[in-house]
């Protein structure tokens, strides 16, 4: 089963994919959350101290230094979902809160897997 997390930025896709994630993990069930944006947040960012603010100030230098969607970050991610979905039984696929063409391509890798 794949489950994909899409919608605006501060949509609550973070809080969702976190709760999926602990009450996965609680009832020991095979599963993976893949973060697709590189927007360096994570679990950590909700656990962590300050986590939010330290993953916004690594998304903006990411983006300075045009880093943000690199060809082999998208290529790493794409060939990753299939495997992914095979090896676990539920993947979780966060595409972040920006449409983008290479959310396109992350959601064509999962429906073709």
Not at 6 to 12: E, L, T, V
Not at 66 to 89: G, M, S
Not at 96 to 109: I, L, Q
Request: with cysteine; proline share 5%; hydrophobic share 40%.
């Amino acid at each position: 089963m794949i489950i994909i997390l899409a919608g605006p930025p501060k949509g609550g896709k973070s809080l969702i994919s976190s709760a999926l994630y602990n009450e996965l993990r609680e009832r020991g069930k095979s599963f993976f959350l893949e973060r697709l944006a590189p927007d360096c947040e994570g679990m950590w960012t909700l656990e962590a101290p300050n986590g939010s603010e330290l993953a916004r100030s690594q998304k903006q230098l990411l983006k300075v230094r045009n880093q943000f969607f690199t060809k082999e970050f998208v290529e790493y991610k794409v060939q990753a979902i299939p495997q992914l979905a095979r090896y676990f039984h539920t993947l979780i696929l966060d595409l972040g809160g920006v449409p983008s063409k290479e959310n396109e391509r992350f959601v064509r890798a999962a429906l073709s897997t």
